[in-house]
């Protein structure tokens, strides 16, 4: 599935509408149509830039992977400079990112919950996104010493995860403030590495 590399304005403007309306609306229940009519480009400029709708949701689904890893790396780097702080402030990330307006959930739980075939081109971006996010938990809690640091990183990941679904079935759940707690208790209940005094 070949795209075209070179920015344009046409192209910006159609990734960009894609990624409002397939987050907000679903991959299958945005049509070709509406996304032009948002971007306000011809259809050709589709198939000189995507080739099809594919191309255009795999563009989205990668742009959406980068932004929101990068979202969620600056906000915990600028929560603190401990790096056991910053384990916890996955939570707060997750808290402010609900009580964004446009919060419709995951992405990528919404894409694999459309293309639930798991050799489906979609919903193996989907898995390769959460991957990523794994291994960035995986390295927080490294960076913070904490023991068995991989096997945590994923109690750490079901916790977002079920934080994320939770807010989107039930907005104002508190869902965010409530996994934190669950992560605090978590984490204490370690075996704690001695941090030196500074």
Known sequence: ????????????????????LFYTNGIRGTSIEIILERAGVARQSLYQHFESKDGLVAAFLNLR?????GWMNDFVAAASDDPLEQVFAIYDFLEDWFA??????????????EYSNPEH????????????????????????????????????????????????VTPGSGAAAEAKAIARILIQSRPQPTRSKK
Not at 100 to 113: E, L, R, V
């Open 65 to 69: 992977d980068e932004r929101w890893c």
């Open 100 to 113: 964004q307006s446009d919060f419709s959930g995951c992405a990528f739980i919404n894409t694999a919950a």
């Open 121 to 168: 081109p979609f919903h193996v971006l989907a898995a390769r996104h959460k991957a990523r996010v794994l291994g960035d938990i995986e390295r927080l809690c490294k960076a913070a010493k904490l023991p068995e640091h991989k096997a945590l990183a994923k109690q750490l990941a079901l916790l977002m995860e079920g934080a994320i679904v939770t807010e989107q």
């Open 1 to 20: 599935m070949r795209t075209s590399t070179r920015p344009t304005p046409a192209k910006d403007a159609l990734l960009e509408a894609a990624c409002s």
